[in-house]
């Protein structure tokens, strides 16, 4: 926090001296913050647009279906790796790797999507970000639950959050994916079946900036590599599926 802060401020400096040049058209905004309460005015427009008449205007069944199973893969994936890998930082794992409980946490973010879809905000779903919490110790709903109380004070505060830089809050978000990285030693590197796939998959993710294509490349490496090597036990039917559906997707979508 101190260190976000101390880049604010230093950028605030730059802005000042005209070393940094507000540009919105490249997403570098103004530093200074502008006082007083959020324009709650529009919110009530949003609400339930999702469900008017002009949204099923040009309705495509093709279309649809194309569009709901790619962001249902997203979801899906970018929530399982979220959560196995807090999880596993928070010590939450079996011995088999597996969360248990998995399905309350996913319907918890499946509500959570639907209503932040309904409402016309961002989506609200599990975010890589909780790592840092269970760093300081979060281990129980307690934590999520403080956290949300916190957010809506912030609201009062938004203007001044709103202004501090997203070049400020990286340092954060590297300490955190330093966080995360620590899950790599459990990879047994010494079966190229198993390290393969989990080098492609950690890489494709800054790549991609999405957790959920390298899950996807990871589970497309994995079966292509056990079919290589001859280890089609490993391989279950679901993976199988889900490889294919996965090239379809990349090959149809991109």
Known sequence: LIGMVGIWIVG?????????????????????????LPDFAGFGSLVGQAFSSTAFAN????DFLIIMFSFLFV???????????????????DEEGRLPQIKGAL?????????????????VTTYVESASGV??????????????????LAIILAPIFISIPSFATSAALIYVGFLMLSSIVKVDFS??????????????????????????????????????TGNTKKISPLMYVLALAFILKFALLG
């Open 107 to 123: 319907m918890a973010d499946a509500v959570g999507t639907v209503v932040g879809a309904v409402t016309g905000t961002s989506t």
């Open 59 to 62: 309705f495509n069944i093709p």
């Open 12 to 36: 605030i400096v730059l802005q000042a001296a005209g070393l940094y040049v507000p540009n919105p058209e490249i997403e570098l905004f103004s530093l200074y913050p502008a006082w007083g």
């Open 75 to 93: 979801d899906i994936f970018d929530t399982l790796g979220t959560l196995i890998g807090v999880a596993d930082k928070a010590g939450m794992l």
């Open 135 to 152: 760093a300081e110790g979060g281990r129980t709903g307690l934590t999520a639950l403080t956290t949300g109380v916190l957010f809506l």
């Open 191 to 228: 079966d190229i079946s198993e390290a393969l796939p989990a080098y492609v998959a950690l890489f494709a993710m800054p790549f991609f900036y999405s957790i959920s294509h390298g899950i996807m490349f990871g589970i497309i490496f994995y079966v292509l590599i056990n079919l290589i």
